[in-house]
């Protein structure tokens, strides 16, 4: 059984960082990508960072390019993302995604499968 467990989200201020976690249990690592998306009230889920377990390649949304890194523990079964330079427009609900993805798409939500619950982040002016 998969599951996707996100932690680290919380209030902060603006300009500042958060390490949100996701740890991962339920797969072969090996055939997986694993993504952060996010979503704000009112507005579709968007595509944050992905990471392949299998070799570690990146893909990053333009709008979070130089701020957030994704990154994975293979040993621990979790992938980070580190979000710096925190703004309101990064206040949003927080979900951890898996796949297994097929060509570039990494961007969409159809090529993840399993989802956390999600974890908050709010970022005060």
């Known amino acids: 059984q998969v599951q996707l467990v996100e932690s680290g989200g919380g209030l902060v201020q603006a300009g500042g960082s958060l390490r949100l976690s996701c740890a991962a249990s339920g797969f072969i690592l090996s055939r997986y990508t694993t993504a952060w998306f996010r979503q704000a009230p009112g507005k579709e889920r968007e595509f944050v960072a992905a990471i392949s377990w299998n070799d570690g390649r990146t893909n990053y949304a333009d709008s979070v390019k130089g701020r957030f890194t994704i990154s994975r523990d293979n040993a621990k079964r979790t992938v980070y993302l580190r979000v710096n330079s925190l703004n309101a427009d990064d206040t949003a609900a927080y979900y951890c995604?898996?796949?297994?993805?097929?060509?570039?798409?990494?961007?969409?939500?159809?090529?993840?499968?399993?989802w956390g619950q999600g974890t908050q982040v709010t970022v005060s002016s």
């Open positions: 995604a898996t796949g297994v993805l097929y060509g570039n798409r990494w961007s969409s939500t159809g090529s993840y499968d399993y």
